[in-house]
Antibody, heavy 119, light 112 residues
Framework: QVHLVQSGAEAKKPGAAVKVSCKAS????????IHWLRQAPGQRPEWMGWINPGNGLTKYSQAFQRRVRISRDTSASTVSMELSSLRSEDSAVYYC????????????WGQGTMVTVSS | DIVMTQSPLSLPVTPGESASISCRSSQSLLHSNGYKYLNWYLQKPGQSPQLLIYLGSNRASGVPDRFSGSGSGTDFTLKISRVEAEDVGVFFCMQVLRPPFTFGGGTKLEIK
């Protein structure tokens, strides 16, 4: 079975950084880009960026350009997303999702990671 | 950025009846390859979103044929025939034509 399993909930103080991981299993890791999105309570999801696990190339939303970094560890079939200079508005559930080019859609999502930013 | 607008915000439906959700984009989502880069997702309570419809009108694997998608370059519709209790949740449209990929505000389907 195919899965994306994310790391656990995080509680951070304003100004700190958080790193969330996403481990893929059940398929060839390099075959599909992994995207990161976040969703604040009661809000629509917000797209943050993606990485091509095959070559490591990334693209970020301008809204997060200066604060986000997405990386991958091919030996562990894991993608990580680090968001720095956290503020209270960054409190949200963060998702990784597999993008399948053949259908131009996310067909597989992680379970989500709750990040809470509070002093 | 492409702005996605959904309606209605809330959709109370009696089981067995049909329902329709509208999604409008601020720019055409028609790609030069002829496909419409618009997807529909359902987020059930406490869960991650799940893919229902891709490229405007194609049902994802395992999705019942009660769900159908249609639309032009900027106006799209998700139709649910014979609504069931398990359809409860928030439906989102999403454009994947141009980054940043953007979502509609969501439509919450509830059972009367």
């Amino acid at each position: 079975q195919v899965h994306l399993v994310q790391s656990g909930a995080e509680a951070k103080k304003p100004g700190a950084a958080v790193k969330v991981s996403c481990k893929a299993s059940g398929y060839t890791f390099r075959d599909h880009p992994i995207h990161w999105l976040r969703q604040a309570p009661g809000q629509r999801p917000e797209w943050m960026g993606w990485i091509n696990p095959g070559n490591g190339l990334t693209k970020y939303s301008q809204a997060f350009q200066r604060r986000v970094r997405i990386s991958r560890d091919t030996s562990a079939s894991t993608v990580s997303m680090e968001l720095s200079s956290l503020r209270s508005e960054d409190s949200a559930v963060y998702y990784c999702a597999r993008y399948v080019g053949a259908i131009e859609a996310y067909d597989l999502w992680g379970q989500g990671t709750m990040v809470t930013v509070s002093s | 950025d492409i702005v996605m607008t959904q309606s209605p915000l809330s959709l109370p439906v009696t089981p067995g009846e049909s329902a329709s959700i509208s999604c409008r984009s601020s720019q055409s989502l028609l790609h030069s390859n002829g496909y419409k880069y618009l997807n529909w997702y359902l987020q059930k309570p406490g869960q991650s979103p799940q893919l229902l419809i891709y490229l405007g009108s194609n049902r994802a694997s395992g999705v019942p044929d009660r769900f159908s998608g249609s639309g032009s370059g900027t106006d799209f519709t998700l139709k649910i025939s014979r609504v069931e209790a398990e359809d409860v949740g928030v439906f989102f449209c999403m454009q994947v034509l141009r980054p940043p990929f953007t979502f509609g505000g969501g439509t919450k389907l509830e059972i009367k």
